[in-house]
């Protein structure tokens, strides 16, 4: 069913919250873009503008690990300056009455953990642009560190311990998804009552499988996106309007 209009759709939004003892949100860009973070796939996103770089051609190619991390750096007045918005402070407000044991998302941003949920309890499918790790033996490093060692040899640094490169802790296209993370995704979706996709295209699979899997396993879907997708129409409830403005209500409930 798609909402008539938002207010409607937030009272259904409400109910179903309401009957529901086990709610799994799923999010994607749409819900970070209120809080400064731009998407990669809409009209003027990031991809429009700039060609990702697949991880085949960052291992092979030192131009693309500069291109990436000089990529990476430009943004970080963005990222840094970024703050929870609604929708991340109304789920982690769910997250704490329990109704929300983790949070799938596709977003790389941090900013679910800074709204309060615990780190554990965040399933990054995508990994986690505020950090680096290198590709080889998995050691982490700051991007400070990252940085002052970009500029000080000219180029992006190899790993301290086994020399390998290293990137944002981030899934680049042709990467393989973390296996973990999907065991767990896989796991709260065949588990839920309630399953809210937020934000999300729906396109990127793995990932996109999610809302179905929660769908055949019994559960309510609500997909809340500006957006059609192209699971509406076997969504319980479609709410196509602003996730601020949709999730607002919920802040603090």
């Known amino acids: 069913m798609i909402a008539s209009d938002l ?28 809080c400064g973070i731009p998407d990669f796939r809409s009209p003027g996103g990031i991809w429009t503008r700039n060609r990702p770089i697949p991880f ?5 190619s030192p131009e693309a690990r500069d291109e990436s991390w000089r990529r990476r750096f430009a943004m970080e007045e963005v990222f840094a300056a970024a703050k929870p918005g609604r929708g991340h402070r109304a789920l982690a407000s769910l997250y704490r009455a329990g109704k929300v044991p983790a949070i799938i998302t596709q977003n790389i941003d941090n900013l679910h953990q800074a709204s309060g949920v615990a780190s554990d309890h965040v399933i990054e499918l995508h990994g986690n642009t505020t950090y680096a790790r290198c590709i080889g ?37 042709g990467q393989t998804m973390p296996e973990d993370e999907m065991q767990r995704a896989t796991a709260l979706s065949q588990a839920c009552d309630l399953f809210i996709a937020i934000g999300s295209s729906l396109v990127v699979w793995p990932a996109a499988g999610f809302p179905m899997m929660a769908k055949e396993s019994g559960a309510r879907l609500v997909i809340v996106n500006r957006e059609p997708t192209e699971q509406d129409d076997i969504a319980d409830l479609v709410i196509r309007h602003d996730i601020g403005e949709t999730l607002g209500p919920f802040v603090g409930n």
Do not use: H
């Open 137 to 173: 033996c998995g050691q982490a490093y700051p991007l400070d560190w990252v940085k002052r060692r970009f500029d000080e040899e000219g180029a992006a640094p190899n790993c301290t311990v086994c020399d390998e490169p290293v990137k944002t802790a981030t899934i680049s296209f």
């Open 56 to 60: 085949d051609e960052f291992v092979a």
């Open 7 to 34: 207010r409607s759709g937030v009272e259904r939004l409400g109910d179903m919250i309401a009957e529901a003892k086990r709610i799994v949100p799923f999010t994607g860009a749409g819900i970070s873009t209120e």
